[in-house]
DNA sequence: ATCAACAGTTCCGAATTTCTGAACTATGGA
DNA sequence: TCCATAGTTCAGAAATTCGGAACTGTTGAT
């Protein structure tokens, strides 16, 4: 398996991250991992209730997300573990990632991670 | 030609707006019409500085912005008035563009329209 | 009325991107 | 070693995007 890449803070684009969340599969993935109710792996974060996503779509959304700067994965053990890069995002881009799960309805309450 | 379809307030996705502004291309043309120092035609706008965008894709864009319910267009005479939806769109997704302009580095500096 | 110019739209084929089943890889446990 | 599990990669089909060429609608001139 090829090594995961992250974009440094510094590298990462508005256009990726839009794009990223533009697709509601990906932000409920994501607005999930920002909940942290469960524990970040991708199988866990695969039931979005309304339908089985394909384990290579998945696997998909996952690099997207990865890709565009939006979440770390990490692979611990057999499973890989994702959490959200909200923290230093919201210092390179103020606001963003909050007021778009905002508009999605998605703001999981106080989330401490990001700045209000 | 068809006539031209607006969303309602209501009816505007967060993810068509992501998407929309997922293109720099339409940001940028986008960022124009909020800053509104030209006229809001399509051709006005086309000038972005570094490429000339074809038409039938600058009309494209504007389809896209306007579908999404970002902008509003306007037959006007021979030329096609364009205006954003700020005011609207803030109301129903509060911070959201302007914390993606500023993100693009592109919020034009006191924007009336929009509430801070 | 006819014509030409102009602003923008629509059409449609080529190129690119997305989607997903199937095959594959990596890890851990029996 | 062999199997199960979690996820990735591959590859072909489907969908989307791009943009040149043709078209539409409006204005102004003759």
Redesign the pocket.
């Known amino acids: 398996?090829?090594p995961?890449f992250h974009p440094a803070l510094e590298d990462i684009r508005p256009e990726a991250i839009l794009?990223a969340l533009s697709?509601p599969e990906r932000v409920a993935i994501f607005a999930k991992l920002a909940t942290a109710g469960c524990g970040g792996?991708?199988?866990?974060l695969?039931d979005l209730g309304d339908r089985v996503?394909?384990?290579?779509?998945?696997?998909?959304h996952?690099?997207v997300l990865r890709e565009s700067g939006l979440i770390r994965?990490e692979?611990q053990?057999?499973?890989?573990r994702n959490q959200t890069r909200c923290a230093e995002l919201d210092e390179r881009f103020p606001g963003l990632i909050r007021s778009i799960l905002v508009a999605y309805g998605q703001f999981p309450g106080q989330l401490e991670t990001m700045s209000r």
């Open positions: 398996m090829r995961l794009y697709d792996t991708c199988s866990a695969a996503i394909p384990k290579s779509s998945l696997s998909n996952f690099k994965s692979r053990g057999v499973e890989m």
